[in-house]
């Protein structure tokens, strides 16, 4: 299927676990993002990517890796979960003209 | 800094009106705005998209507007019906990177059948 697939949908985990989110779009964007969704704080960006090997951090970085070898895939990664990283995860993609689109969404819970 | 706004934050009418959902935002220099519906649970999806140098987007029975110099777009759905319920956002970007994309905290519609 055309679009952003995010995997897993659902995800929990303990503290201090390493846990990594996947992202593949099947359009060939250059521009990639990771936002946050939480109650109260609305959509805040971790981190971006221009192009595969190009990536630079957003309004909410620490505590998060990306990564983009390939153009179709962006995966982000807690390196040591904590709580306050219990949240909705979402990457999306940009057209040329500017348009986005998102993914369904990662839900993590950290316990 | 862009700051984007929407108000009201949530807003509930019976099925059929016509309703104007609305969009402000501070700097009027933007490339574009996005207006997106997003279900519980869901991602969000793309509505419309309108270009600095457009007025207004259709698509079936939306309509979304644009007027840059002041701050504004509004999102008129028209005859409402129980499955336009959702939260819609918008998101202005003003260039300068990723950064540049400012999202409002959304309206959340319910449609009364």
């Known amino acids: 299927d055309a679009g952003i697939t995010q995997s897993p949908r659902y995800k929990i985990t303990e503290t201090g676990r390493q846990v990594t989110l996947m992202c593949h779009q099947t359009?060939?964007?250059?521009?990639m993002f990771w936002y946050r969704q939480d109650l109260g704080h609305g959509l805040r960006l971790i981190y971006y990517?221009?192009?595969?090997?190009?990536?630079d951090k957003g309004e909410v970085p620490d505590g998060y890796v990306v990564s983009r070898s390939k153009t179709e895939n962006f995966p982000l990664t807690l390196e040591s979960a904590t709580r306050s990283q219990t949240s909705v995860y979402f990457c999306?993609?940009?057209?040329?003209?500017?348009?986005?689109?998102f993914g369904e969404g990662s839900r993590l819970t950290v316990l | 800094k862009q700051e984007v706004t929407q108000i009201p934050a949530a807003l509930s009418v019976p099925e059929g009106e016509n309703l104007v959902l609305n969009c402000s935002f501070t700097?009027?220099?933007?490339?574009?705005l996005q207006w997106f519906r997003q279900d519980p649970g869901k991602g969000l999806t793309s509505l419309l998209l309108?270009?600095?140098?457009?007025r207004e987007q259709t698509s079936g029975r939306l309509n979304a507007s644009l007027d840059k110099s002041s701050g504004r777009s509004t999102l008129y759905i028209a005859a409402s019906q129980p499955g336009d319920s959702a939260t819609y956002l918008c998101?202005?970007?003003?260039?300068?990177?990723?950064?540049?994309?400012?999202f409002g905290k959304g309206t959340h519609l319910i449609i009364q059948p």
């Open positions: 700097d009027s220099a933007i490339y574009n």
């Open positions: 990517s221009a192009a595969a090997d190009i990536t």
């Open positions: 359009w060939s964007h250059s521009y």
């Open positions: 999306a993609s940009k057209t040329g003209a500017g348009e986005l689109f």
């Open positions: 309108i270009q600095s140098s457009q």
């Open positions: 998101a202005v970007y003003s260039g300068g990177g990723a950064d540049g994309l400012t």
